[in-house]
């Protein structure tokens, strides 16, 4: 189970030109087309994105922090129920536009199910101002917000997060296989979900935090320094499965 921005693509200044390297590409579709191994994404990104990014066949996909999850023939298999937040994501993407288009390098992106809002780009020191704005449109809507690396997420209140995603997959996906292996591999805050339900649930599982250039604390069992020590990471995995 594999994080996107940060594990498999290095971080980029915009966030839309964020590539997955064609090498890590091929280390991933090197195990996802193995019949006893399964690949699935978990990415803040939408499902439909993370999926264009990775570029590789046969995938599951939790996409939105785990408001959406995906079968490898993207057969919808998310809880219908998260849709009917998208009218509330729709207005408070129209309330908090007004309030940051006087700040410079700020962007707002619509996912539909969550909103993420951009500030690489931005002066560091608009963050208080851009949480401000942030917190004034999401709580009287009702909407939890997330921090990540220069980014704010805005989710729906639902307890859905990295964590429940990653132990709905484990469900399905190792289900009858009590020797399978769980490896979940990520970079960022919201990916610190993901981890702590592993350890917890699936005390065998690998969990792996890439490091990368502004890291904070992690629960993983182990660390890799970037995006090309993870690919190598995958490529070693490929190699010992063959
Ligand atoms: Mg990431």
């Given at each position: 189970m594999l994080d996107v921005d940060g594990t498999l693509a290095p971080i980029v200044?915009?966030?839309?030109?964020a590539l997955v390297p064609a090498e890590t590409r091929r280390a991933v579709a090197a195990l996802a087309d193995r019949s006893d191994v399964h690949v699935a994404l978990v990415s803040g990104r939408s499902a439909a994105v993370a999926r264009r990014m990775v570029g590789v066949s046969n995938l599951w996909v939790a996409g939105n922090h785990g408001f959406e999850i995906e079968g490898p023939n993207g057969e919808d298999l998310a809880?219908?129920?998260?849709?009917?937040y998208r009218a509330v994501i729709a207005a408070a993407v129209e309330r908090l536009e007004p309030l940051v288009s006087?700040?410079?390098?700020v962007i707002v992106e619509n996912k539909a199910i969550t909103l993420s809002v951009h500030w690489?780009?931005?002066?560091?020191?608009?963050a208080p101002e851009l949480r401000d704005a942030i917190d004034q449109v999401s709580q009287p809507l009702g909407l939890r917000i997330t921090e990540g690396k220069r980014i704010f997420e805005i989710r729906p209140?639902?307890?859905?997060?990295k964590g429940t995603a990653v132990l709905a997959l484990a469900e399905r996906l190792t289900s009858g296989h009590d020797d399978a292996s769980i490896v979940f591999a990520g970079d960022d805050v919201t990916d610190e979900d993901a981890i702590r339900a592993l350890r917890q649930h699936h005390p065998r599982s690998v969990t792996v935090r890439i490091l990368g250039e502004e890291s904070s604390p992690t629960e993983a069992e182990f660390t890799l320094r970037d995006t090309h020590a993870m690919r190598q990471f995958l490529e070693e995995l490929a190699r010992v499965r063959r």
């Open positions: 200044e915009m966030f839309d030109r809880d219908p129920g998260v849709y009917r006087a700040m410079h390098g690489r780009l931005a002066d560091p020191a608009i209140p639902a307890l859905i997060d």
